[in-house]
């Protein structure tokens, strides 16, 4: 089975600042990785995601992130950060194998940015 | 494509009342999602189905929840009788092989009094 844990619950930082959400993952097998966005009173918006190949990630939003095997962690991050990206962020993982579609996701960081 | 398109958005009922939740998953996504969410548990996955097949249900609270995925373009989460621990937010993903990532609707919030 997976699990993840997301290191931070809340982080708070300055417009413009960069910004770095931390995700461990733990599994047995190879693994599929994922990043979600949750703006207030929405649903949950896929950032990005690494099924194979490079290890750095770009997504929407001028994210991206890194996986790094050795470390189990998926962190997510910005270079500068808008007062737009408030927002909770979720960190996922599945399986890394056709057909195994169930996303496990971790709890959640509240991402504040203040002006 | 419209995305995935829950109903109601809100919805308000009495204990012991039968609540139920609608979705209409993207168009070609082969798998359907139905997952709670609340401040105490966070995302909590209830039901998934593979070609309107129920695949895992273990997440299913209780016997008071049930699912139903009667062809490729809807499928229901019935609460029956609803409690006001079932309050949260409940959300429908759909998504395909061809294409891993879920697309969420925006959910549907139930506050059972």
């Known amino acids: 089975a997976q699990s993840v844990t997301q290191l931070d619950s809340q982080v708070p930082v300055f417009e413009e600042a960069p910004v770095e959400l931390r995700c461990n993952y733990s599994?047995?097998?190879?693994?599929?990785l994922f990043w979600y966005v949750q703006y207030p009173n929405q649903g949950l918006q896929l950032l990005l995601k690494?099924?194979?190949?490079?290890?750095l990630v770009k997504g929407i939003n001028g994210f991206e992130a890194e996986f790094n095997k050795s470390q189990t962690s998926f962190h997510l991050r910005k270079p500068s950060v808008h007062i737009s990206d408030t927002a909770e962020y979720f960190c996922?993982?599945?399986?890394?194998?056709?057909?195994?579609?169930?996303?496990?996701f971790g709890q959640g960081t509240r991402l504040t940015i203040n002006p | 494509d419209a995305g995935v398109i829950q109903s109601p958005r809100h919805e308000v009922t009495e204990m012991g009342q039968e609540v139920t939740l609608r979705c209409k998953p993207i168009?070609?996504?082969?798998?359907l999602f139905w997952y709670r969410q609340t401040m105490m548990r966070g995302l909590e996955l209830l039901i998934y189905?593979?070609?309107?097949?129920?695949?895992?249900d273990s997440g299913m609270p209780e016997d008071r929840f049930s699912a139903k995925m009667p062809n490729a373009s809807f499928s229901t989460l019935k609460i029956q009788p609803s409690e006001p621990r079932d309050s949260a937010v409940y959300f429908c993903?759909?998504?395909?092989?061809?294409?891993?990532?879920?697309?969420f609707g925006s959910g549907t919030r139930l506050t059972v009094v």
């Open positions: 189905f593979n070609n309107n097949v129920p695949i895992d």
């Open positions: 690494y099924l194979s190949g490079s290890t």
């Open positions: 599994s047995s097998v190879s693994v599929y």
């Open positions: 996922a993982v599945s399986p890394g194998i056709q057909g195994a579609q169930k996303l496990v």
């Open positions: 993903a759909s998504s395909s092989d061809r294409n891993y990532g879920y697309t």
């Open positions: 168009s070609g996504h082969d798998y």
